[in-house]
């Protein structure tokens, strides 16, 4: 228990505070039971560096890489994709995910540029796919947090391609258009 087993052929980015090491060819890290597949800038994390959190993201951007917010940067533990998510089965008690919301054609403007953007006629397969591998990464009775931004995309086309029901959920703001939902993986 407190094992995480991923493939070797992931990126690992330092600092990275687990000390990986290989055995039978996987990326063993230990005390490592949370995943946030779409790390981002950890806007949301109240502790941007817990130490049983595994932070994974497919950009790494330095600061200043926004203009407007030179503090920001994007720095996962792991580069990867969350419809790729390189770990095996059941590897996570929690699986976090804030997916890209916001279907552009690239990172022509700050948003897309900042949050990472769907392509305009793949996004379903994207959610259905990333979703679905966060799934096979949580273990039995893990939980799934789940945020999403209506900006693009409504939450209930989201859900319909999620194919799965949330326990529960809270949407913030009235303008905001961004909900949090809670999944349960009970087998």
């Known amino acids: 228990m407190g094992v995480v087993y991923a493939f070797c052929l ?15 060819g996987f990326l063993v890290m230990l005390d490592k039971y949370i995943l946030d597949v779409c790390c981002g800038c950890r806007q949301f994390w109240f502790d941007k560096n817990h130490k049983n959190t595994v932070y994974m993201d497919m950009r790494k951007e330095e600061k200043g890489f926004q203009n407007a917010r030179p503090n920001k940067e994007i720095q996962p533990d792991i580069i990867g994709d969350f419809r790729n998510i390189p770990f095996s089965n059941r590897s996570f008690k929690m699986v976090v995910m804030d997916p ?3 279907l552009a054609d690239g ?6 540029k900042e949050y990472g953007w769907l392509d305009k006629l793949n996004w379903w397969n994207d959610i259905r796919d990333g ?9 039995n009775y893990g939980t799934l947090i789940f945020k999403w931004n209506e900006t693009s995309i409504s939450k209930k086309d989201v859900l319909n391609a999620i194919g799965k029901r949330p326990l529960f ?8 258009n961004t909900h949090w939902l809670c999944f349960m993986k009970t087998t």
């Open 10 to 24: 992931i990126k690992v980015c330092p600092p990275f505070e687990a000390t990986p090491f290989s055995f039978w």
């Open 131 to 139: 979703f679905n591998e966060a799934w096979r990464v949580l273990d």
């Open 169 to 176: 959920g809270h949407p913030v703001g009235s303008r905001v």
């Open 107 to 112: 990172p022509l403007f700050r948003m897309a």
């Open 100 to 102: 890209p919301h916001i």
